[in-house]
Nanobody
């Protein structure tokens, strides 16, 4: 089973950018559909974005569309989340997740479809 470690979180002013990384262990990274979720204090975890195993297909929550970009490097076992034009409402713990059940071109938007989760990285956006 893959293990996931996120990095890149921090404190940034509104309008700024951050790039999150999620490094996966093991040699079968391309077998997993990858996703990012986030959880703000007092709120439920919510879907942010997902990328297919091939890297060809992505899907975004409306709240981040046009500002966030997900990408993956299967050779380096890493998925990235580039976050631009950050807003205070983006403040949350961001989690990387891996789903093993999907086909090569499929994306997954529900947290129940993911098998493995990272420990999370805090993103704080000040106004």
């Amino acid at each position: 089973q893959v293990q996931l470690v996120e990095s890149g979180g921090g404190l940034v002013q509104a309008g700024g950018s951050l790039r999150l990384s999620c490094a996966a262990s093991g040699r079968t990274f391309s077998s997993y559909t990858m996703g990012w979720f986030r959880q703000a204090p007092g709120k439920e975890r919510e879907f942010v974005t997902t990328i297919s195993r091939s890297g060809l297909y992505t899907y975004y929550a409306d709240s981040v569309k046009g500002r966030f970009t997900i990408s993956r490097d299967n050779a380096k076992n890493t998925v990235f989340l580039q976050m631009n034009s950050l807003k205070p409402e983006d403040t949350a713990v961001y989690y990387c997740a891996a789903g093993s059940s999907a086909a090569w071109l499929r994306v997954l938007t529900s947290d129940s479809e993911y098998d493995t989760w990272g420990q999370g990285t805090q993103v704080t956006v000040s106004s």
